[in-house]
């Protein structure tokens, strides 16, 4: 089991590697001075990003819980 916790604490780290990345991509938009559509529309397309990471991030999570439970 030990080796699911450490597959799942890497795939919990790229998951948060990708949280990290958006919030970079979000500031650096902010920063660029765009108008409220393009920034609305820069921001819509890292929401789903986001979101992807998160999940990523949250599977990872469950797979170093699910091996400790089971280890």
């Known amino acids: 089991m ?3 916790i450490w597959s799942g604490a890497t795939v919990s780290l790229a998951g ?3 949280l990290v990345w958006c919030i970079i991509k979000v ?7 765009l108008s409220d559509d393009d ?3 820069a921001i819509q397309k890292v929401v789903a990003l986001n979101m992807a ?19």
């Open 27 to 33: 500031a650096r938009a902010r920063r660029s001075g």
């Open 53 to 71: 990471a998160l999940f990523v991030s949250v599977i990872g999570l469950m797979m170093v819980i699910l091996g400790i439970f089971l280890g």
């Open 16 to 18: 948060l590697a990708g």
């Open 2 to 4: 030990e080796i699911l």
């Open 39 to 41: 920034l609305r529309s």
